[in-house]
Antibody
Framework: QVTLKESGPALVKPTQTLTLTCTLS??????????VSWIRQPPGKALEWLAR???????LYSTSLKTRLTIAKDTSKNQVVLTMTNMDPVDTATYYC??????????WGQGTVVTVSS | QSVLTQPPSVSAAPGQKVTISCSGS????????VSWYQHLPGTAPKLLIY???KRPSGIPDRFSGSKSGTSATLGITGLQAGDEADYYC??????????FGTGTKVTVL
């Protein structure tokens, strides 16, 4: 069964660095053409795409957040890690990882809620 | 930071039809396929439409999609209480970044 599952801290303090992990099951990011994205949704707001990493380690970042984001893959653990520096209360959101390959190949994790508060 | 514009809300009575517009530009919708998602709070977004007008298996034909120029439209016919959700369009921009719409809340009266 193909699934993605997000994990990470539920609460971080302002200025801290957030590290989120997406664990992949049923597929490998080593597969040619594979890619995983991170997307977030602040409470009451729209979905916002953050970053993407491809099977060949190519990476794309949101223009507005690129200075704060790093995405990486750990092929041996079949995981994708997103770090976001200098967290602020406006970064409070549900964070999703997703496999969006185009066409009908479109699968999301259940999301993980992150609250930024002192 | 959404670059695709949707109406904040639409509503209709059960059995009726609603349409949701998604307005973009020549750098996103104008040159790429559009997808539509249904999103219920606390759940993962669900793909309803891909490649502008195709439905994944299991999605009823009450849901339809179309695209013209730099805009796309999602239609829902035979509206049901279970259709109450937020709906998002999505596509790619010229930098191959994924972009989403501002979201539309569908209310069944």
């Amino acid at each position: 069964q193909v699934t993605l599952k997000e994990s990470g801290p539920a609460l971080v303090k302002p200025t801290q660095t957030l590290t989120l992990t997406c664990t992949l099951s049923g597929f490998s990011l080593s597969t040619i053409g594979m890619r995983v994205s991170w997307i977030r949704q602040p409470p009451g707001k729209a979905l916002e795409w953050l970053a993407r990493i491809d099977w060949d380690d190519d990476k794309l970042y949101s223009t507005s957040l690129k200075t704060r984001l790093t995405i990486a893959k750990d092929t041996s653990k079949n995981q994708v890690v997103l770090t976001m520096t200098n967290m602020d209360p406006v970064d409070t959101a549900t964070y999703y990882c997703a496999r969006i390959l185009g066409g009908k190949d479109n699968l999301w994790g259940q999301g993980t809620v992150v609250t930024v508060s002192s | 930071q959404s670059v695709l514009t949707q109406p904040p809300s639409v509503s209709a009575a059960p059995g009726q039809k609603v349409t949701i517009s998604c307005s973009g530009s020549s750098s996103n919708i104008g040159k790429n396929f559009v997808s539509w998602y249904q999103h219920l709070p606390g759940t993962a977004p669900k793909l309803l439409i891909y490649d502008n007008n195709k439905r994944p298996s299991g999605i009823p034909d009450r849901f339809s999609g179309s695209k013209s120029g730099t805009s796309a439209t999602l239609g829902i016919t035979g509206l049901q209480a279970g259709d109450e959700a937020d709906y998002y369009c999505g596509t790619w921009d010229s930098s191959l970044n994924t972009v989403f719409g501002t979201g539309t809340k569908v209310t069944v009266l």
